[in-house]
């Protein structure tokens, strides 16, 4: 099936610095792309559909200058916390959608994001 | 409203026994699709199984089916002879419409642990 890769699955930083995640399709071009959230034992939670070569479309509630989203091109897209704070803490997921795949969305492997 | 709606408490079942996860959904489209993951420990979401609206046949995949009523608007997965490594969280989640930024929403989840 197709691969969805995460980089990194898993970063610690400090209060205050910025970090990247980087979601990329390995064996498609992914016009769309979805970032979510999800806290232990919860739910996902949509924050943003990222489309490639257009600004990202970010759910109500979602700050757009503290989760950056940039889709460079057809296989990658990032996501950035900016000024990460303890309660950016949370499980990172993205997801890329073939192109006419309406019945298919691919994952990542998530990463973890502790900000100390 | 929830579009999604998971109200199962955690579920338990016997190794080699089979088990329903329930999911009632709310729309008012008439196309959409509907979708069972998995997520064990790990994190990663893993998709079993998808039911389109117009599909008029539940859709099976190895070990999962979906058992697919759109009058009463469930889709409840069924997984038959269970297996320790069914344990995990399940979800399951709709998109509506079939543009390319139709988005998927999810359910709370289940929690199945298969007894040895």
């Known amino acids: 099936g197709a691969v969805v890769s995460q980089h990194p699955s898993w970063v610690i930083c400090k209060s205050g610095t910025s970090v990247k995640i980087e979601c990329r399709s390995l064996?498609?071009?992914?016009?769309?792309m979805f970032w979510y959230r999800q806290f232990p034992k919860q739910s996902l939670m949509l924050m943003a559909t990222s489309n490639e070569g257009s600004k990202a479309t970010y759910e109500q509630g979602v700050e757009k200058d503290k989760f950056l989203i940039n889709h460079a091109s057809l296989t990658l897209s990032t996501l950035t916390v900016t000024s990460a704070h303890p309660e950016d803490s949370s499980f990172y997921i993205c997801?890329?959608?073939?192109?006419?795949?309406?019945?298919?969305?691919?994952f990542g492997p998530g990463t973890r994001l502790t900000v100390l | 409203a929830q579009k999604i709606t998971q109200t199962q408490p955690g579920m338990f079942v016997q190794e080699k026994e089979a088990v329903t996860l329930d999911c009632t959904y709310d729309?008012?489209?008439?196309?959409?699709?509907l979708f069972w993951y998995k997520q064990p420990s790990s994190g990663e979401m893993i998709f079993l199984i998808y039911?389109?609206?117009?599909?008029?046949q539940n859709a099976t995949e190895g070990r999962y089916s979906l058992n697919f009523q759109k009058a009463r608007k469930s889709a409840n997965l069924v997984i038959s002879a269970s297996q320790l490594g069914d344990s995990a969280m399940y979800f399951c989640?709709?998109?509506?419409?079939?543009?390319?930024?139709?988005?998927?929403?999810f359910g709370k989840g289940i929690t199945l642990s298969v007894r040895p």
């Open positions: 989640a709709m998109r509506e419409g079939s543009g390319a930024n139709s988005k998927l929403t």
């Open positions: 064996d498609f071009q992914a016009t769309t």
């Open positions: 997801s890329a959608l073939p192109p006419g795949g309406f019945d298919t969305q691919y």
């Open positions: 039911q389109g609206s117009y599909d008029e």
């Open positions: 729309t008012s489209d008439q196309s959409y699709g």
